[in-house]
C-alpha cells in the first residue's frame, strides 16, 4: 500500500491537515523527501541539525510534514513528537549496508512506542538508484 492509499483511507474531513513523521537514520534521505514533495530544489540539502516543518499541498491533501534528524544523539528526542501523527514514513538508506542493522532496531523500538500503535506506517527504500544500493527482494 502506497503513501496515496494510506492518505484516501486517512480522509475522514477533506479539510483536515495530515500529520507526517519523517523518521529514520541520518543521511537517510529525509530532507530530500521532504523537499521533493513540497516541490523544492534538491540540489544542496544539508544535513538536519533538529527539524524541519514544511505544509504541503499534495494531490489534494494538507499534509504537515515533520523531519526529524537522525544522529544518535537526537533519535531519543524522536518520542516527543509522535503525539498527532497520522502516518510514520521511516526512510532507510538501501545504500549503506553497514547501518542495515542498526536502522532495523531504530524502526523496532518505534514500533513498540504506545504513541505510535495504529499509526499507519511506509517504510521508505530510498537511494535505490545507486549502484551501491542493497537489491530489492524479488516476491
Known sequence: MGLLSILKKLRSNPDKELRLLLLGLDNAGK???????ASEDVTHVTPTAGF???SVL???????VWDIG?????RPYWRNYFENTDILIYVVDCS???????TSQELTELLQDDKLRGVPLLVYA???DLSTAL???RQ
Do not use: A, V, W, Y
Not at 537522525?70 to 537526537?74: F, H, N
Not at 549503506?96 to 542498526?102: T, V
Open 52 to 54: 524541519n516543518i514544511k
Open 135 to 137: 537489491p530489492s527482494p
Open 96 to 102: 549503506d549496508h553497514q547501518r542495515l542493522e542498526e
Open 126 to 128: 530510498n537511494k535505490q
Open 58 to 64: 499534495s494531490s489534494g491533501f494538507k499534509l504537515n
Open 70 to 74: 537522525g544522529q544518535r544523539k537526537i
Open 31 to 37: 530532507t530530500t523527501l521532504l523537499k521533493q514533495l
